[in-house]
């Protein structure tokens, strides 16, 4: 049982490693050009920008908030960065970029943060209204032109491969941002798993009163919160123009159903105070395998999201389910050691 308990992991890891594995296999036989190294090459990079987002997501979703925003966030301070530069005409290099844009992020996240914490409103309405906010600031003070070179440094990034392979199936390439990325997933995991800052939001998540009764800084502690969520979602929005390699201030919103599904999925409960970055990437991972695999059988690309949608609720479902049991279970184990103390305190 000890065995089993480790392979299905915390968070159900394993069972979504099976159940993805498992669902590869089946396309594969169905559908024979599916198990391909361009499709594998395919799904990974379709998966870069989504992994970058789920990351901000996940932590939100520990401390038991949802943040509808990161998309926003993202397009504002990428695309913001990129006008910026190309209209005043210098290059900063490509850390540089990244620099701008994760400061502009990290203070439309301050934002978030600040009114959340400051006056206890609940995230997803709170999200909701500063998605709309930051998407007119842009058009309004930046502008809506739609850019189809980029500065030097951005554009020789746009054409790094990490892998570039010649198969009969034609050219299979795995771009190099996929480094970074998995340098961001190991970050976060050690993060959440071995700093202070980690075990704090694992407690807002599971109990707000008693993680601030432990003295837990839970309004700071919220703020910094939407901080990293900005620059995530920075991030994420120059990691996109990169690799579409234009800037279209109409990119990015409207995918964040995708991203909040995918993390459910990996386990992480939209109730908080659990989830993991391993299932979070495999929950991605599952999203993306699905969702090309629906478009390889000849499945209208709008019923992509009506999967999505299927699988957020029965993510939601299942853990609904799940919490109900373990509430039962918590309530008998309560009273059967009421009866047992009371036992005790008869026959003494």
């Not at 296999?25 to 920008?49: D, E, H, K, W, Y």
């Not at 301070?77 to 910026?84: D, Q, W």
């Not at 853990?319 to 005790?344: F, L, M, P, T």
Request: net charge positive; hydrophobic share 55%.
């Amino acid at each position: 049982m000890d065995v089993i308990r480790r392979l299905r992991g915390s968070n159900n890891e394993g069972v979504l490693a099976l159940v993805l594995v498992g669902f590869i296999v089946a396309m594969s036989i169905a559908n024979p050009t599916f198990f391909t190294l361009n499709t594998g090459f395919s799904i990974l990079r379709s998966s870069i920008v989504p992994v970058i987002f789920a990351l901000g997501v996940l932590i939100v979703v520990v401390t038991g908030g949802i943040d509808v925003s990161f998309a926003a966030i993202a397009i504002f301070a990428g695309y913001a960065t990129v006008s910026f530069c190309l209209n005043m005409g210098f290059d900063p290099g490509i850390l540089g970029i990244f620099a701008i844009a994760v400061g502009v992020g990290s203070l439309l996240g301050l934002i978030n943060g600040i009114v959340i914490a400051r006056f206890n409103l609940p995230t997803l309405i709170v999200t909701l209204g500063t998605q709309g906010v930051f998407f007119g600031a842009m058009y309004t003070y930046v502008g809506a032109q739609y850019y189809a070179e980029l500065p030097g440094s951005m554009a020789a990034l746009a054409t790094s491969n990490l892998l570039d392979v010649t198969t009969s199936a034609g050219r299979a390439y795995l771009h190099v941002l996929v480094v970074p990325v998995l340098l961001l997933c190991v970050l976060v995991a050690w993060v959440l798993k071995r700093t202070m800052f980690g075990r704090s939001l694992y407690a807002i998540g599971g109990d707000i009163e008693a993680a601030r009764r432990a003295g837990f800084l839970v309004k700071r502690t919220q703020v910094w919160v939407y901080v990293m969520v900005g620059a995530l979602a920075a991030v994420a929005g120059i990691v996109h123009i990169v690799l579409s390699r234009s800037a279209n201030p109409r990119d990015l919103v409207g995918g964040e159903l995708d991203i909040i599904a995918a993390v459910v999925l990996g386990g992480a409960s939209i109730f908080g105070g659990r989830g993991s970055v391993i299932g979070t990437v495999l929950g991605v991972l599952l999203v993306q395998v699905i969702k090309n695999s629906l478009l390889l059988v000849g499945v209208p690309s709008a019923w992509l999201r009506t999967a999505v949608g299927i699988l957020l609720v029965l993510g939601v479902g299942i853990q609904a389910v799940a919490a109900r049991r373990d509430s039962r279970q918590k309530r008998v184990i309560d009273e059967v050691d009421a009866e047992q103390k009371h036992e005790e305190k008869v026959e003494s």
